[in-house]
């Protein structure tokens, strides 16, 4: 291995002097990683806020005057779109992916920094497109975040003039983004792994941040040809996804076009998308874990490749969000069968965390708290999907508010509690001190019971067949006044658990300073990140040398060992036998 | 230990939940039985994995919590368990997809001799088609839309003449009879969708989608449209009323074919005109209203809102709310109008005059309206010019004074609420969203200025 003896040498190494390169034009994958967590986390919020604003109108409709029904739609499209894309997908890879990969596989940094810097500046400059949406004639897009044509790009849809182009030319510019981002991760991982990292030695975190980055690689391109297709159909009038129709009473030009086509691409990214944010959270979450239970994760082997498989699989089943899209029928078949297969690793996945829990030593503390929030969270989230994606239940239930809550939970509520657990978790890594652990318990109470009050009824009024996307529901038979109420209840909820992640943030400011100094290795992980001869690591990770493999990520609570972890870095005795995956034989 | 019990809490809670809630699948009104079972073979299994996975998790919180001297268990891997995790797993998800894949093969093919119903969606309302006694529906095309031929029926196809056009969000369907909906848009997506009947389809431009069902009970039924199609989204309702077969054959009986509407003579502004000498009174002249009489300009106004305003006064549609005082006033006069080919001359010879510009009244910021008028404007036109495809009536040129009292008359469900009011119930919706008297005026001031 070439590289590694290349790498245990500094001098290649891209040197910050000032604070400019050390901090702003940095090519260090950990301050990459941090601008790329604070500006999702900043755009994050704005989406906070939205969500909020639109609670209000669904929980006390006719009590705001500003909130129009455009309004509503542009809150709900900039809520989900920036949520999914611009915060989710970028914490997770971006801000997750940049600051773990070198420093889980013994790498000193990404194996192409100056691209990794770039793919921040373009991330930023998509932000930046985005949020000018706000600020132009008309407003942002109100398309809904799935942006179907033809009313994405026609009269009678908000923000049709300036807001769509800019959110076409963002999401075009977040692939480049991505890409950049995405081709450093998948590589580094491959070629720059130090010595003794074999495959399966990596912890899960990063075999889920991989299979992520590749699901990226493959699927982000559907979107840009869609982003740029429509964009043609919008500017140029081309018909890619426009038939011949008449709009607000106007014959328009378009001819031969097929607004299903334009949902096939949208949905061949759209469902690995939500992969793409699954796998690194669980990823990240089986090692919080197992750590805070102080035992390996069981059934690693049988974990990867679930991974794997889930990853997989992700590519074929698209259309089950399509089942009344009115594309033929037949498909239906074929895309319940492949949906419901799928749900046979994500349960494995359940089982083995659950069996990594038991008979072990669980210690409650914050990232640990979050880290089981997960697990209930996306049990519920799972098991509706199993509703949705059998194709009869979708007759009723598509498009109303159990689509909503079952969304919320499995890629909002679940990836969102193991953020969490990563942020608490690996803080003290990042900054050399702890969080407050009174403010962490009460904002995981808060958020996780908070939550839970909001989802779990919003199942119901999907039940009952109310629509979702509608800025008010007023003046049909069959939705009850109690349903109101109920609405009403959820917003209550929405309010506080937004209110709620006050304390996160001024915990993460205020611990900054005047946190509790972090020991090294607080919670006596075994994974490399945590054996770096500096907390933070300094530029370049190592030191003068790259540390070694002997063994997997999940040692814990070996029997015979002197203490309950062995790092990855520390040697094998003579006497020592394992019957782990990756272990001494 | 706080965690274990809201575990155990969340699991019993959301278990009481579902058992409480009023909020449940509404009553079935069709033959998708079987949707409804596979949903519930779905329920009790994810269920009873919900409660043995979070419970199981529950109690191994509790008994190995961290204590003094506790140290966890080294096992990588159990082959065994791993593999009958798995296969049990397996059977549940094959036991809730197998009867989700039989209903959609039922779903999928349409029983034979299904009557064939057109529903056709745009921005932001239903209309409907029968095929007529041949029992075919003749060709459409999107390029045949025009105002006077709003399905874009193909004039040289015969077997539309006997088509059974309904311009309403209104559908009656006979109750115990297959029906398969074609489902068809002018515009953007939309989707026909009947809570009570279990099923829904998108609609799409350019293509001609269906759905089948049998209704089984008589009663009104809400149509949503459950496809995002724009601001109006939310306000795109319509109504399946499943009627009796007499009932049915009597609704059905009321209405026109394509080759009668289209059959129908010009209306005569000259006949109008004699007509209007009792308008005068109140409307003026020159059709320009009246403050003191609380008469509206009508000069100029479509013929075609006129026709429908109209009617709605003759048949108690409109002005029979007791909060419409003045409106009152006008249904008396309506019902003075001898037949419906008088009440159309009439409405043409009221088109025929002159427009002319409205006398403010109200002191609003015309420029706070603009951003109102945002909403408006999708409908009745960036101009207010109005937009006979959306059914929205021009706004520019009206007295401002009138306007806000049918704004506050929508709001308040004095206007617009009536079962028979096709396009007033987007209106009652709409004007919801003006939350004060500032609001009114502002938006009136702004419209002023058009």
Not at chain 2, 17 to 34: G, K, R, Y
Request: aromatic share 12%; with cysteine.
């Amino acid at each position: 291995m070439q590289h590694t003896a290349l790498a245990d040498q500094t001098l290649e190494l891209h040197d910050p002097r000032s604070f400019v390169t050390k901090y702003i034009w940095s090519q260090d994958h950990k301050v990459i990683a941090i601008q790329y967590g604070l500006t999702a986390v900043f755009v994050g919020l704005v989406a906070l806020a939205l969500s909020a604003l639109m609670r209000l109108q669904l929980g006390f409709p006719d009590t705001f005057d500003f909130i129009t029904p455009g309004a509503y739609l542009q809150f709900v499209t900039m809520h989900g779109m920036i949520m999914v894309i611009y915060l989710l997908t970028a914490l997770l890879l971006g801000g997750f992916g940049n600051y773990l990969i070198p420093l889980m596989v013994g790498a000193r940094d990404m194996v192409f920094p100056y691209m990794n810097m770039l793919s921040f500046w373009v991330y930023l400059l998509s932000v930046l497109i985005l949020l000018a949406s706000f600020f132009v004639p008309g407003g942002p897009t109100g398309a809904g975040w799935t942006l179907y044509p033809p009313q994405a790009i026609l009269e009678g849809t908000p923000g049709v003039d300036w807001g769509i182009v800019l959110m076409l030319v963002s999401l075009a510019v977040f692939i480049v983004a991505f890409t950049m981002g995405g081709l450093n991760y998948v590589t580094t991982v491959l070629q720059a792994r130090t010595r003794g990292m074999t495959l399966m030695r990596m912890p899960l975190t990063i075999w889920g941040i991989f299979t992520a980055t590749i699901l990226g690689l493959l699927a982000f391109p559907a979107l840009l040809v869609s982003a740029i297709m429509m964009l043609l159909d919008k500017l140029a009038g081309t018909s890619f996804f426009m038939p011949a129709l008449v709009s607000l009473g106007e014959s328009l030009e378009y001819t031969g076009g097929s607004p299903v086509l334009f949902q096939h691409l949208f949905w061949f990214f759209g469902h690995p998308e939500v992969y793409i944010v699954a796998l690194p959270a669980f990823g990240m979450v089986s090692d919080v874990l197992a750590c805070h239970a102080r035992k390996n994760i069981f059934g690693y082997r049988m974990m990867v490749w679930a991974i794997v498989f889930i990853g997989a699989l992700s590519f074929v089943v698209w259309a089950h969000h399509m089942y009344v899209s009115g594309m033929h029928p037949a498909f239906g078949f074929f895309f319940a069968t492949t949906t419901l297969i799928i749900a046979v690793p994500t349960a494995i996945k359940v089982y083995n965390w659950v069996l990594t829990l038991w008979r072990g030593n669980i210690h409650l503390r914050v990232p640990m708290l979050f880290a089981i929030g997960f697990i209930f969270t996306f049990v519920h989230g799972g098991l509706t999907g199993l509703f949705l994606g059998n194709v009869t239940i979708d007759l009723p239930l598509s498009d109303t508010y159990f689509v909503v809550a079952h969304f919320h939970m499995v890629m909002g509520v679940s990836p969102i509690m193991v953020l969490f657990a990563a942020i608490y978790h690996w803080y003290p890594l990042m900054t050399g001190r702890m969080l407050n652990e009174g403010l962490g318990k009460a904002h995981f109470w808060l958020t996780f019971l908070g939550t839970y009050a909001i989802y779990l009824p919003m199942h119901y009024l999907g039940f009952l067949g109310v629509p979702r996307r509608y800025f008010a529901i007023s003046g049909t038979e069959f939705i009850p006044e109690s349903a109101m109420s109920l609405n009403a209840s959820i917003t209550v909820s929405a309010l506080i658990v937004g209110a709620s992640q006050l304390l996160f943030l001024v915990n993460v400011f205020w611990s900054l300073r005047h946190g509790e100094r972090a020991p090294r290795n607080p919670w006596g992980a075994t994974s490399l990140e945590w054996q770096t001869p500096d907390v933070p690591p300094h530029h370049g990770n190592w030191g003068p040398q790259l540390p070694a493999v002997y063994r997997w990520a999940y040692d814990y609570s070996v029997p015979g060992a002197d203490q309950d972890f062995i790092p990855q870095n520390h040697p094998v005795s003579d006497d020592e036998r394992s019957n782990a995956p990756g272990g001494p034989a | 230990m706080k965690l274990v019990i809201a575990l155990i809490v969340l699991v019993l809670g959301s278990l009481l939940f579902h058992v409480l809630s009023p909020w449940w699948f509404t009553p079935l009104a069709s033959n998708w039985d079987t949707v409804d079972t596979t949903i519930d073979i779905t329920l009790y299994i994810t269920g009873v994995v919900f409660v043995a996975v979070n419970l199981f998790m529950a109690y191994a919180v509790y008994r190995y919590r961290h204590r003094p001297a506790q140290k966890a268990h080294y096992e990588p891997e159990n082959k065994r368990l791993e593999t009958w995790l798995t296969a049990i797993t397996a059977v549940g998800v094959a036991a809730m997809l197998a009867p989700g894949l039989v209903v959609w093969a039922d779903f999928t093919q349409v029983p034979e001799g299904a009557d064939e119903i057109e529903v056709l969606g745009e921005q932001w309302q239903w209309s409907y088609r029968f095929p007529g006694e041949d029992g075919k529906l003749g060709e459409v095309a999107t390029r045949y839309v025009a105002p006077d031929n709003p399905f874009g029926m193909s004039p040289g196809d015969p077997a539309g003449a006997d088509d059974i056009l309904v311009r309403s969000n209104e559908l009656h369907l006979p109750v115990d009879r297959p029906v398969k909906m074609l489902l068809r848009s002018k515009d953007v997506l939309h989707d026909f969708a009947v809570p009570q009947f279990r099923v829904k389809m998108d609609m799409l431009p350019g293509s001609v989608t269906y759905a089948w069902f049998t209704p089984t009970r008589t009663g009104s039924f809400d149509v949503l449209c459950m496809e995002l199609c724009g601001i109006a989204h939310y306000a795109m309702r319509g109504r399946v009323i499943v009627d009796t077969e007499e009932d049915f054959k009597a609704w059905l009986g009321g209405q026109t074919t394509w080759a009668e509407q289209r059959a129908r003579p010009a209306a005569d502004p000259a006949a109008g005109e004699r007509q209007y000498a009792t308008c005068v009174a109140c409307h003026g002249p020159e059709g320009r209203g009246n403050l003191q009489m609380n008469a509206p300009a009508i000069a100029g106004m479509e013929a075609w809102y006129l026709e429908r305003q109209l009617r709605y006064y003759r048949q108690g549609v409109r002005g029979a709310h007791e909060g419409d005082t003045f409106g009152a006033q006008m249904a008396a006069m309506a019902g003075t109008i001898a037949s419906d080919s008088a009440l159309r001359n009439l409405a043409a010879y009221v088109a025929s005059l002159p427009a002319a510009d409205s006398e403010p009244t109200l002191d609003g910021d015309p420029r706070r309206g603009a951003g109102h008028f945002n909403t408006c404007g999708a409908c009745h036109g960036a101009r207010g010019q109005g937009n006979h495809a959306l059914q929205a009536p021009r706004l520019a040129g009206q007295q401002d004074w009138y306007l806000k009292r049918q704004l506050k008359y929508f709001r308040e469900g004095i206007r617009g609420a009536h079962q028979a009011d096709n396009y007033g119930h987007q209106m009652t919706m709409m004007a919801r969203t003006l939350q004060n008297e500032q609001s009114i005026d502002d938006l009136l001031s702004y419209v002023n200025t058009l």
